[in-house]
């Protein structure tokens, strides 16, 4: 990006909301909502009843620098739940289990373009949708890349593929845990709740993706010159070999991840488990897949860890994020603004609501690239909203879903998006020019499923 528009790390940008949220205790008048246990059990704002606090105590600044580790222990089972799910999928990604399971596929449709397509792109959802991958993608850049060339397609095919794949996977999730879980646990929703609904969206969502990655495929293949990066040199590539198979080990890991992703299904709507058991499960898989797949105990602790560290990053985003709620809370203004907010969103009534909160979700993305960040910056916002304009919090966290994962195949503060276009050598104006139809005809079904979402009381 050009130095005149970079854009801050992401820790600049969200101390740089702590201070506007300081500031804002000391310009807004304090003010609270009354609240009342719903039907399901959770506790909501009441609409028509917010009044204006007197004399309530003014913050001080060094407020902003206890507020951290405040927010770090007041989020502490999400931000330990997403340590240990990073550290098991690093466990599994060494193990070899998830390049030999992909590069299996792959070699199976590699000689028929359109079962290539479909079949990439579904398991790159797949895998984005249950266990938040996206970084492990990215060493299968230059095999999906081959793969496409040999059949007459191009690069931009190739990372359409990957990147739609894992951005529509991220869109309609249905227990990724660094996005879904997360923004449920903040908005005071049982884990994993909603399951059915989303996992209906999937094929539907999926189905659009595929078509519009394979119509540019196919004028590709009818004329090379349609190619979107036919005259740039970077994004020729030549031949690689294909990841090798699935040995006995890969497949007792895979179905290792399979049983635990079902017991953690059955756990989550039977016994009713919350964070603690999900991520003791977790923990379980990295311990008997680090082991079954021949890492021993050293190289299992290892891997774990350093999967573990990778998150260190991750985790300090939420306790940041966390903050700024923490601060409104405290300055009692959160309310204050809500009600702000929610008055124009209640004059477009509710199915038009939650399109605004798409809209505003996809661009808060831009700004927070990370999805378990930006559900702790947003949803403690569009809960309380959604319960003053007629829209259910699972209603909120699907806009916020959408806004988050719709958003990652095109916003280039996306780490892993452009890491996959550096490899692919795919110049950044090129490749929105491919993915931006397919980002607004996505933008449009993901608001008439919001529209639906409402109308049918979703909860």
């Known amino acids: 990006m050009p130095r005149s528009i970079r854009v801050p790390h992401t820790l600049v940008l969200l101390f740089g909301m702590m201070v506007l949220a300081l500031v804002a205790t000391w310009l807004l008048p304090a003010g609270q909502f009354q609240t009342a246990t719903n039907e399901a059990g959770r506790e909501v704002v009441v609409p028509g009843t917010f009044a204006v606090i007197p004399d309530a105590r003014p913050l001080m600044p060094w407020e902003l620098l206890t507020v951290v580790p405040r927010a770090l222990a007041d989020a502490q089972d ?15 990604r060494a193990t070899g289990t998830i390049d030999a399971l992909l590069g299996a596929v792959l070699r199976r449709v590699g000689g028929r373009p359109g079962l290539l397509i479909a079949t ?23 095999v999906l890349i081959a793969l496409c060339v040999a059949m007459r397609m191009d690069t931009v095919t190739a990372i359409g593929i ?7 996977g991220y869109g309609v999730a249905a227990l990724n845990p660094f996005t879904v879980l997360v923004a449920q646990n903040v908005a005071g929703l049982p884990p994993a709740s ?25 004028r590709v293949q009818a004329d090379p010159a349609n190619s979107l990066v036919h005259d740039i040199e970077t994004a020729q590539h030549a031949a690689v070999e294909l990841p090798a198979g699935l040995d006995a080990r890969h497949k007792l890991v895979a179905v290792l991840t399979l049983a635990t992703l079902a017991l953690m299904v059955y756990g989550i709507a039977v ?10 499960i977790f923990l379980g898989l990295a311990l008997v897949a680090g082991l079954v797949g021949g890492l021993g105990a050293d190289g299992t602790a290892r891997r774990f860890a350093e999967g573990a560290a990778e998150l260190a990053g991750t985790a300090l985003l939420i306790g940041f994020a966390r ?8 300055g009692q203004v959160l309310h204050t603004i809500v009600n702000a907010l929610a008055a124009p969103l209640q004059l477009l009534g509710a199915e038009f609501a939650a399109i605004g909160m798409l809209l505003i979700q996809t661009v808060i993305n831009v700004f927070i690239p990370s ?41 280039p503060t996306n780490p892993v998006l452009m890491g996959i276009l550096g490899i692919a050598g795919i110049p950044y104006d090129r ?14 079904a993901g608001s008439v499923t919001l529209v639906v979402a409402v109308m049918i009381g979703w909860q």
Request: one cysteine or more; proline letters at 4%; aromatic letters at 12%.
């Open 162 to 168: 990957m990147v739609c794949g894992y951005g529509i």
């Open 78 to 92: 999400i931000i330990f739940f997403v340590l240990i799910v990073g550290g098991a999928i690093s466990v599994l």
């Open 120 to 142: 990439g792109m579904a398991v790159f959802a797949a895998g984005s949708a249950t266990l938040g991958v996206a970084e492990e993608y990215i060493p299968l850049t230059l």
């Open 194 to 218: 909603g399951l059915g609904f989303r996992l209906a969206l999937f094929l539907p969502f999926l189905a659009i993706g595929v078509h519009h990655v394979w119509s540019y495929a196919r």
């Open 371 to 411: 999805g378990s960040g930006q559900a702790y910056v947003t949803m403690p916002l569009m809960a309380p909203i959604g319960d003053l304009v007629g829209v259910t919090r699972q209603t909120a966290v699907l806009a916020f879903q959408f806004g988050d994962g719709f958003a990652n195949m095109i916003v």
């Open 431 to 444: 490749w929105l020019r491919f993915v931006l139809p397919l980002l607004l005809k996505l933008m449009l």
């Open 323 to 330: 903050s700024i709620a923490l601060i409104l809370e405290d």
């Open 271 to 280: 016994p009713k488990w919350y964070i603690l058991e999900l991520s003791a």
